[in-house]
T-cell receptor, first 113, second 112 residues
Framework: NAGVTQTPKFQVLKTGQSMTLQCAQD?????MYWYRQDPGMGLRLIYY???????DKGEVPNGYNVSRLNKREFSLRLESAAPSQTSVYFC????????????FGSGTRLTVV | TQLLEQSPQFLSIQEGENLTVYCNSS?????LQWYRQEPGEGPVLLVT?????EVKKLKRLTFQFGDARKDSSLHITAAQTGDTGLYLC????????????FGPGTSLSVIP
């Protein structure tokens, strides 16, 4: 099925460990985004890639890095995980031309202990 | 800084009742989207409104964009248990380089 695929779905890390969250879309969308969702805080933008080859910081980029590997794939890396990064992470994409809404993945639930 | 507020934060109603949830801002948005999110899943786009005063209907759901493009409402007629979820509004994103702002959401529980 066409859409946004995120892996893994669940992950537990120890403080200081690193990991990469993977995201791929097969809708030929130009722009891709990483959000985190925390209770009472809503969805907050971490990084985004408006087009292949570009990335920009969002509202809460500290502690994260991203790579737009190609038009389909956009990964999020935590170099040294901290408990404050415990959250649910969503990847999203959007075509933009004539389409204003995001397509979201099903999320990665990350716990840092 | 653009902010979106949603009210109420929580809503619990009986099946068959009507309800309205609100999305408000002091900023003007070029477009506004409504999403529904079920537990363990990502948000799913319901509708996008782009013109001040615009009204869109999706079965029992009616969406309205305020004339000044600063607020929006979602009205559900004869709620069903399948309407249970978190309703998020989001605004902005005039171009691919603009950031879309999300509201904190309204958590709706429809009781049989």
């Amino acid at each position: 099925n066409a859409g946004v695929t995120q892996t893994p779905k669940f992950q537990v890390l120890k403080t200081g460990q690193s990991m990469t969250l993977q995201c791929a879309q097969d809708m030929n969308h130009n722009s891709m985004y990483w959000y985190r969702q925390d209770p009472g805080m809503g969805l907050r933008l971490i990084y985004y890639s408006a087009s292949e080859g570009t990335t920009d910081k969002g509202e809460v980029p500290n502690g994260y890095n991203v790579s737009r590997l190609n038009k389909r794939e956009f990964s999020l890396r935590l170099e040294s995980a901290a408990p404050s990064q415990t959250s649910v992470y969503f990847c999203a994409s959007i075509r933009f031309e004539g389409n204003y809404g995001y397509t979201f993945g099903s999320g990665t639930r990350l716990t840092v202990v | 800084t653009q902010l979106l507020e949603q009210s109420p934060q929580f809503l619990s109603i009986q099946e068959g009742e009507n309800l309205t949830v609100y999305c408000n801002s002091s900023s003007v948005f070029s477009s506004l989207q409504w999403y529904r999110q079920e537990p363990g899943e990502g948000p799913v786009l319901l509708v996008t409104v782009v013109t001040g005063g615009e009204v869109k209907k999706l079965k029992r759901l009616t969406f309205q964009f305020g004339d000044a493009r600063k607020d929006s409402s979602l009205h559900i007629t004869a709620a069903q248990t399948g309407d249970t979820g978190l309703y998020l509004c989001a605004g902005g994103g005039e171009t691919s380089y603009d950031k879309v702002i999300f509201g904190p959401g309204t958590s709706l529980s429809v009781i049989p």
